[in-house]
Antibody, heavy 118, light 108 residues
Framework: QLQMQESGPGLVKPSETLSLTCAVS??????????WAWIRQPPGKGLEWIGS???????YYNPSLKSRVTMSVDTSKNQFSLKLDSVTAADTAVYYC??????????WGQGTLVAVSS | SYVLTQPPSVSVAPRQTARITCGGN??????VHWYQQKPGQAPVLVVY???DRPSGIPERFSGSNSGNTATLTISRVEAGDEADYYC???????????FGTGTKVTVL
């Protein structure tokens, strides 16, 4: 059974970089059928796709965040990562990692709350 | 950018039918997926590719998609169906994934 687990700091200062990692267990990330995604949800608000990455490193980002987002993958550790630069309070959210198959999400991590505050 | 519009809320009595719409320009030409999210939990896929159900999802959940509107239908609504529901598409022209605005379903 595939499992996904987000990890990273729960508090980030404004203007700094948010960094999260998603560890994938129960399946290899090098399967040709899947991308691996980050999705976030501000408190009390809806879901927002941040970006998706293939195991080869091919990435697709939300245009609204593209200038600040970098995703990477480490297949040796079966994990992928998110960096979001120059954060503000508007980036406070629960961040989910998920498996992306043909643009749909069948497996999700439990989510991790990241607050942006000084 | 592609926008998906959902009603903020839908109320339904137990054992009745709830219908949640998702409006988007020519959405009928795209594959629509639906997620259920309960408080404090990650979303769960309940319908994919317009009308297919993942294993373990009750037949009470069904979907349709045509023209500018996709619809998630929940038949014989139960108290446990109370949740937020999101539609989602993959815009293949630019590989963007887009979520709808979300609908809160309340069981009366």
């Amino acid at each position: 059974q595939l499992q996904m687990q987000e990890s990273g700091p729960g508090l980030v200062k404004p203007s700094e970089t948010l960094s999260l990692t998603c560890a994938v267990s129960g399946a290899s990330m090098t399967n040709n059928h899947y991308f691996w995604a980050w999705i976030r949800q501000p408190p009390g608000k809806g879901l927002e796709w941040i970006g998706s990455i293939f195991y080869s490193g091919t990435t697709y980002y939300n245009p609204s965040l593209k200038s600040r987002v970098t995703m990477s993958v480490d297949t040796s550790k079966n994990q992928f990562s998110l960096k979001l630069d120059s954060v503000t309070a508007a980036d406070t959210a629960v961040y989910y990692c998920a498996r992306d198959r043909s643009g749909r999400y069948t497996y999700w991590g439990q989510g991790t709350l990241v607050a942006v505050s000084s | 950018s592609y926008v998906l519009t959902q009603p903020p809320s839908v109320s339904v009595a137990p054992r009745q039918t709830a219908r949640i719409t998702c409006g988007g320009n020519n959405i009928g030409t795209k594959s629509v997926h639906w997620y259920q999210q309960k408080p404090g939990q990650a979303p769960v896929l309940v319908v994919y590719d317009d009308r297919d159900r993942p294993s373990g999802i009750p037949e009470r959940f069904s979907g349709s998609n045509s023209g500018n509107t996709a619809t998630l239908t929940i038949s014989r609504v139960e108290a446990g169906d109370e949740a937020d529901y999101y539609c989602q598409v993959w815009d293949s022209s630019d590989h963007r994934r887009v979520f709808g605005t979300g609908t809160k379903v309340t069981v009366l």
